[in-house]
T-cell receptor
Framework: GQNIDQPTEMTATEGAIVQINCTYQTSGFNGLFWYQQHAGEAPTFLSYNVLDGLEEKGRFSSFLSRSKGYSYLLLKELQMKDSASYLC??????????WGAGTKLIIKP | IAGITQAPTSQILAAGRRMTLRCTQD?????MYWYRQDLGLGLRLIHYSNTAGTTGKGEVPDGYSVSRANTDDFPLTLASAVPSQTSVYFCASSLLAGNTGELFFGEGSRLTVL
């Protein structure tokens, strides 16, 4: 079966750096997405990786290793507004999106 | 503001009743999707539409139906609601089919079936 694994919850301190990991086993691979979802709100797109390596976008970076079936989302200079759930999704060989259950990130002052 | 509008935002429904969740987008996106989100699970695709006039089944289609009469509207109908359909429902769209590019989500419809 297809599977996406992410930690259920993480806690970090304002101003610090946090890395949220995502491992996947899917039928083929055609890209990996990260979405942010604040409590009670809609998911919003953060990043997309299809090739190995690091994609940087401001305070957020996303890394992919296809050979290891692994990605991480790196958040720097954490702010209280970064408290949210972070969803990892993989597009498989049929171009279907497989979603992880999300990682709830709690930021403490 | 361009985007996706869902209605209602919240609804409590008696089991056995029929319910339609509405979804409208004004971005002229070709593809639209309905997901349900349950605690501890990833988003699960119910139905999708790659273009107006076509629909397809997702991972959990049973008990749900959709239609896509035009580009903008993609309603989701529960013919006879059951308690296991209690969930938060998200409508989403993308410019192209095949989950190409990012998805844009509506604000969600929280449905409780008693």
């Amino acid at each position: 079966g297809q599977n996406i694994d992410q930690p259920t919850e993480m806690t970090a301190t304002e101003g610090a750096i946090v890395q949220i990991n995502c491992t996947y086993q899917t039928s083929g691979f055609n890209g990996l997405f990260w979405y942010q979802q604040h409590a009670g709100e809609a998911p919003t797109f953060l990043s997309y990786n299809v090739l190995d390596g690091l994609e940087e976008k401001g305070r957020f970076s996303s890394f992919l290793s296809r050979s290891k079936g692994y990605s991480y989302l790196l958040l720097k200079e954490l702010q209280m507004k970064d408290s949210a759930s972070y969803l990892c999704a993989v597009r498989d060989s049929n171009y279907q999106l497989i979603w992880g259950a999300g990682t709830k990130l709690i930021i403490k002052p | 503001i361009a985007g996706i509008t869902q209605a209602p935002t919240s609804q409590i429904l008696a089991a056995g009743r029929r319910m339609t969740l509405r979804c409208t987008q004004d971005m002229r996106h070709n593809a639209m999707y309905w997901y349900r989100q349950d605690l501890g699970l990833g988003l699960r695709l119910i139905h999708y539409s790659n273009t107006a006039g076509t629909t397809g089944k997702g991972e959990v289609p049973d008990g749900y139906s959709v239609s896509r009469a035009n580009t903008d509207d993609f309603p989701l109908t529960l013919a006879s609601a059951v308690p296991s359909q209690t969930s938060v429902y998200f409508c989403a769209s993308s410019l192209l089919a095949g989950n190409t590019g990012e998805l844009f989500f509506g604000e969600g419809s929280r449905l409780t079936v008693l």
